[in-house]
């Protein structure tokens, strides 16, 4: 083992210690650390501009921490190429910026970037879970909101990832492509034991999604706990 | 009339000068008697101008009476400037200025020096540096066009890229299509310059032959040669900006570097 592995329980896939980001005399996100279990979704929560999305850019590494330390699956994140990171930590944004082309050039695009050909059978399977099924050849410009971000987490899911980051992932959708695409999510991650860390403002969605949450303030970690011990309020 | 009163061609050109000086003198008069206070500018700018234009001729006159290699000399300290010019186009992307010089040199030079070797250019100096500042100059303009359709594309599609490289892809692969479009953009004035040739517009170095008392069609030929090599230089220069600025953009641990407003 090298002196940048650390020993953690199996259980935590992702865990964070003492990270922080500072940009010129601003610290964005300062001395987190948590640990996020297999199968677990945790929220994180926080006022606009608390450093949500910033401490979730730190976790693929799109982002350079300044301080502190990433670990997957115990191992420190740095120790990896950034391309096999984000493979293993796979990350759908608020917007889904779907390539252009149709829905089967999307899904298998993680896979193609590694000179793999996803067979149509699996690009037809992946998007049977996320509800689109004989979308394979559809036109993305075609599809509607809550259809771009089911196709923008199937492409996620072909990379086969060990945890998932979601960022505000419903907040451009309407009231009932949201409650679709928040089932889907809690389905997936039932089924596949999924790691996920779901960035959101809001509290209700946390409540409704999540096991656990933490709450960020100014860029800090000021709580964790379940949705009931922290989002009483 | 002033031809018949100096014989000699510089003294020509300082009389010609004290008369065009004269006029702009007389402009800042009439305007001083409209409140418009210009004189000292005016003076000061008309001596500061023939100082140093008579600075740079002098010089010029020194290097071109000198041996053939002080061309490559004068030719390097060009693309030297026009690297730093043209980097200028690319703020906030790190490394910018040894792409431009890189591209600019390798774009101009190797079209310079097939075309000196192949005959096309004359290897005198008077002959080698017009040209070849020509070839350069709009390598630079070239460079600097697309280095800057580049970052503005970039920072237009930071959500795509990012999501890109979530996805696990290669850098360079996530802005390769803005590359490609970058490339295209630079190079529309020399190929707009090449299809307008003669039609629209008579450029100055087929003017300057004609007025020297080459035949029109072989001044016409070789202007022709001209615009050509420029978009080979200018499209190769594109070509490897481009290529290497890919990269630039990026840091060791594959982060897009390059954020904030087009």
């Given at each position: 083992m090298s002196a940048d592995t650390v020993p953690a329980p199996m259980a935590v896939v992702l865990r964070t210690e003492h990270l922080g980001r500072r940009v010129g005399e601003t610290e964005i996100v300062s001395d987190i650390s948590l640990g996020v279990e297999r199968g677990e979704l945790l929220g994180v929560v926080g006022p606009s501009g608390s450093g949500k999305s910033s401490f979730l850019r730190l976790l693929n590494r799109l982002d350079e921490p300044t301080s502190g330390a990433v670990y997957l699956v115990g191992q420190d994140y740095r120790q990896l190429a950034p391309r096999e990171l984000r493979r293993r930590v796979g990350m759908v944004t608020q917007r889904p910026f779907l390539f252009p082309g149709d829905v089967a050039l999307n899904v298998r695009f993680g896979p193609t970037q590694r000179g793999e050909t996803l067979p149509s059978a699996e690009v037809n399977r992946l998007l049977e879970r996320v509800g689109l099924p004989g979308f394979a050849h559809r036109d993305v410009t075609n599809l509607s909101g809550g259809e771009q971000q089911r196709v923008s987490l199937a492409r996620a899911l072909a990379n086969r990832p060990?945890?998932?980051?979601?960022?505000?992932?419903?907040?451009?959708?309407?009231?009932?492509?949201?409650?679709?695409?928040?089932?889907?999510?809690?389905?997936?991650?039932?089924q596949t034991s999924l790691t996920c860390a779901l960035v959101t403002h809001d509290r209700n969605q946390a409540r409704r999604m999540c096991t656990r949450v933490a709450i960020l303030e100014k860029g800090r970690l000021v709580r964790t706990g379940t949705p009931a011990e922290v989002l009483s309020a | 009339m002033l031809r018949s009163l100096f014989h000699s061609q510089i003294s020509l050109g300082f009389a010609q000068a004290a008369i065009a000086s004269v006029l702009a003198l007389l402009v800042v008069l009439l305007a001083r008697r409209r409140n418009i206070h210009l004189e000292s500018d005016a003076a000061i700018a008309l001596l500061r101008g023939i100082v140093q234009i008579v600075a740079v001729g002098s010089i010029l006159m020194l290097l071109l009476k000198g041996p053939r290699w002080t061309s490559a000399f004068l030719l390097t300290g060009m693309v030297l400037a026009a690297g730093s010019i043209s980097a200028k186009r690319a703020k906030n992307i790190p490394g910018a200025l040894k792409v431009s010089t890189y591209s600019i040199a390798a774009g101009a030079g190797v079209v310079t020096a097939i075309m000196t070797w192949a005959g096309v250019i004359d290897t005198a100096i008077t002959s080698l540096i017009p040209v070849g500042s020509m070839i350069i100059a709009n390598a630079m303009n070239t460079n600097g066009l697309a280095l800057n359709r580049f970052r503005s594309e970039v920072l237009s599609h930071v959500g795509e890229v990012e999501t890109a490289l979530?996805?696990?892809?290669?850098?360079?692969?996530?802005?390769?299509?803005?590359?490609?479009?970058?490339?295209?953009?630079?190079?529309?004035?020399?190929?707009?310059?090449?299809?307008?040739?003669?039609?629209?517009?008579?450029?100055?170095?087929?003017?300057?032959?004609?007025?020297?008392?080459?035949?029109?069609?072989?001044?016409?030929?070789?202007?022709?040669v001209v615009i050509a090599m420029i978009l080979a230089s200018s499209g190769l220069t594109s070509l490897l900006s481009t290529m290497m600025i890919r990269s630039h953009v990026f840091s060791p641990a594959e982060q897009l570097l390059l954020k904030g407003t087009a």
């Open positions: 060990e945890a998932l980051l979601l960022d505000e992932p419903t907040s451009a959708l309407d009231e009932e492509a949201k409650e679709g695409i928040e089932e889907l999510i809690c389905e997936v991650v039932r | 979530a996805l696990g892809a290669a850098p360079e692969e996530t802005v390769a299509r803005y590359a490609e479009s970058s490339i295209h953009s630079s190079l529309i004035p020399a190929i707009d310059n090449l299809r307008s040739l003669g039609i629209v517009w008579i450029p100055g170095l087929m003017t300057g032959m004609l007025l020297s008392g080459s035949s029109p069609l072989y001044a016409a030929i070789y202007q022709f």
